[in-house]
């Protein structure tokens, strides 16, 4: 079975809001392996692993907004559960969800 293949951003109608646990991060650094330093809504630089169920379908660039998780264990580490659209970001803002400084 192959990947999904998705033409434009358009497509993708699904939107995710945070759930229990689950913060707005803005990626400020690319590190590679699939890791990424992450500027969180609580105002802590975390360093982000980008989950493997999205690993190979969402392509995170510099600056794009994403859901993520703190890990209990390590308080500067987190998981990247879900990145945002132009047109999600700009949603969440018109509803005031997304934090003034993202």
Not at 56 to 62: D, F, G, H, K, Q
Request: proline share 4%; aromatic share 8%; with cysteine.
């Amino acid at each position: 079975m192959g990947k999904r293949k998705v033409l434009n951003e358009a497509q993708l109608k699904e939107m995710v809001l945070p759930q229990e646990g689950e913060m707005y991060g803005q990626v400020i650094k690319l590190v590679g392996s699939d890791h990424l330093m992450v500027k969180a809504a609580d105002g802590k630089v975390r360093l982000g692993r980008i989950r493997g169920k999205i690993r190979r379908r969402v392509w995170i660039r510099l600056g794009d907004i994403v859901l993520l998780v703190p890990w209990d264990f390590a308080g500067d580490r987190c998981d990247i559960i879900w990145r945002y659209t132009v047109s999600q970001v700009e949603w969440l803002r018109a509803n005031g969800k997304l934090p003034p400084d993202f």
